[in-house]
């Protein structure tokens, strides 16, 4: 079976009826629509209705209060390749899956590896860890870079490599 991503989590029913609140994890709210499956433990579940304006579910088979409370603080899990190709990106966006899959480089050497994403107010922060070689030369474990154009000059999808400024070695010596 394919990697699973978690893209959102259950919260409490809501009437009777076997609503349910839903708390996205994901950047595609458009994914949740009905007829839809995901993978919540062992099963999969088919979305019978959503209503993004207040972000209530409701699955199939699950249309009573008594059995949607079932899955009350259950998560949902979407497969990579069915969100490759339901979730459409827009120029200069990636699937935070693929960005964490990249090496970064300088101008002269390999920095190291995005192992996480962090998000702030104003933009994205990529957590690297340290090449080796680097660390042998007293350098930290890890450091991060702002996903902003002052450091970051090109991402490569296809070659798993994030090409920064020459300015990133200084947050790495700063670090």
């Known amino acids: 079976m394919n990697e699973l991503l978690k893209v959102a989590k259950l919260g409490k ?11 996205n994890l994901s950047d ?44 009350v603080n259950k998560e949902l899990y979407q497969s990579i390749e069915k969100t490759r190709k339901e979730c459409k990106l827009k120029k200069d966006e990636f699937f935070y899956f693929d960005i964490l899959k990249c090496e970064v480089y300088d101008s002269k050497q390999r920095l ?20 080796e070689t680097l660390i042998k030369q007293g350098l930290a474990k890890n450091f991060y870079i702002p996903y902003i154009d002052k450091y970051v000059l090109s991402v490569d999808i296809k070659n798993f490599k994030i090409n920064c400024s020459d300015e990133a070695i200084y947050i790495l010596e700063n670090s």
Do not use: M
């Not at 029913?13 to 708390?23: A, P």
């Not at 009905?34 to 579910?57: E, M, P, Q, R």
């Not at 590896?113 to 090449?131: G, Q």
């Open 28 to 71: 595609f709210l458009s994914q949740f629509k009905k007829g839809a499956t995901f993978f919540c433990n062992d099963k999969t579940l088919t979305i019978k209705a959503f209503n993004k304006d207040n972000l209530t579910i409701l699955f199939e088979g699950f249309e009573d209060i008594n059995l949607a409370k079932n899955l």
């Open 13 to 23: 029913t809501i009437g009777l009826n076997g609503h349910l609140r839903l708390h």
């Open 112 to 131: 190291g590896k995005v192992v996480d994403i962090l998000e702030n107010t104003s933009s994205c922060l990529f957590e690297i860890n340290t090449d």
